[in-house]
């Protein structure tokens, strides 16, 4: 059965938010403090297609879109409404198309001469990128279909908020573990 008997957590979901948010940003300042104390540095890993790139900027972009509207929201107000439900429901349009877009090259290192070379945080994050995307996509088409009563459809849109959380962070921390190996701190 779909969403059969899922528990998620009692806590608020704009503490779980800010609690993950502040983990995952003390992680990485630990990180980027430990590299430039160290100065532990590799080659930098040369990229081969501008388009690529661009497409992924993009993508980073709509999902940082897709962020603000969404818990930008529900920090301020607690819930969805207004603009940024609009904006984020056609944000998320491009979202899935880019997602489509991005599967087909990235998680087997479609722009990297070597994918040997690629650091571990940059691969692994990728594919969990990609997971968490699919879904945080999935659950919604889900609900758009006749199938969810209203109580599996409040699930579902718990699930969502989950997936999304999961999404953005695991967005950040690809994009900081590219930011690394593009200047060579690994």
Not at 149 to 158: C, F, G, H, K, N
Request: with cysteine; net charge positive.
């Amino acid at each position: 059965m779909l969403f059969a008997e899922v528990r998620l957590p009692d806590i608020p979901f704009p503490q779980v938010m800010l609690g993950l948010f502040a983990i995952v940003g003390i992680g990485l300042v630990l990180h980027l403090l430990f590299v430039l104390a160290t100065r532990k540095t590799q080659p930098a890993i040369r990229r081969k297609n501008i388009a690529i790139r661009g497409l992924y900027v993009l993508f980073l972009i709509v999902v940082a879109t897709l962020a603000v509207t969404s818990f930008g929201s529900i920090l301020k107000v607690g819930h969805m409404s207004g603009w940024a439900l609009i904006g984020h429901t056609v944000v998320a349009g491009a979202f899935v198309f880019l997602l489509l877009a991005m599967s087909a090259y990235l998680p087997r290192g479609g722009n990297c001469e070597e994918t040997s070379d690629r650091w571990w945080l940059a691969r692994w994050s990728a594919w969990s990128l990609m997971l968490s995307s699919l879904v945080a996509a999935a659950v919604m088409f889900s609900a758009m279909l006749p199938i969810l009563d209203t109580s599996r459809l409040q699930l579902a849109m718990e699930i969502h908020r989950y997936a999304g959380l999961l999404v953005v962070t695991t967005a950040v921390v690809h994009a900081y573990s590219l930011l690394c190996t593009r200047c060579g701190w690994r």
